[in-house]
């Protein structure tokens, strides 16, 4: 019998499914690319043809101009060469999927990068049971647990209406990040108007054409100091030291991500605030994940894979890394 999943192979720039002639997430240009969700280390340009939920397509298109390719709702099967391909929510970022392969009886799920915690911005994660479960690990060292969403939220509610003089500069990565940190507020009761740096403004417009709320917003660059005393901010993580933010009124910087539980990655971009919100499964999650899914192997992917690999085996699923090349963890 052949091994398990032989018709998947593992490359450095990505899953090349042999019988589908396509590739999932790959880092260069491919004639077919399944893609699971828009972040740039997953979504690349340049592709022959894209097979992506709509929300991904069109995020792709703001970046890298018109794509050819083939729109696939959630939860619709097409067949792609050998392979009934389907693309099942994964609650990482609008139009975020987990892509389901199916071929000769097994059944290959690749999570592309997910969470659990419900998000405002995207249907939560659906949990398919497979054969074999291809997971990211961003966050997988058991040091890594996220707090709940809400309390983080509160917090920088908190210092927001501590000081009325000041403004929240808030550091959060423009495709999702941004995005959902603006909806849970919104959720939390906070209807002011929210500022934005210029670089997000593209991004929220697409957010809101698919149906997502985001309330308020206002530019920046039309605004005084003085108008943007006692409100939020939002920016993405590389303007927080730049000079751009000389025209907020006295800042108190934060940043939301799951880094931000390393001390050490506040302090290197002067985080006064760290609000631990993350759009990855922390390790909780992760494992929780695999537990239900029940898979007969884990292959794993994005750095700290020996944690995760080593949980597998002690609960006897067999585990390995995919040593992909190309796959960040600045979208956290
Ligand atoms: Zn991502
Ligand atoms: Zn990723």
Redesign the pocket.
Known sequence: MARLGSWIESHPEGIYVRPANAWVDPSHPKPKALVTHG?A??ARGGHGAVLATPETLAIMATRYGPQSGQGIAYDETIRVGEVDVRFVPAGHVLGSAQIVLEHKGERVVVSG?YKRRPDPTCPCFVPVPCDIFIT?A?FGLPVFRHPDTGSEIDRLLHRLHSDPSRCVLVGAYALGKAQRIITELRQRGHHEPIYFHGAIERLNQLYESFGVELGELRHTASATKEEMAGHIVIAPPGALNDRWSRRLPDPVTAMASGWMRIRQRARQRNVELPLIISDHADWDELTMTIRELEPTEVWIT?GREEALKHWCMTHQIKACELNLVG??DE?D
């Open positions: 972040h280390d997953h990068d990211e961003t994005h796959y960040e979208d």
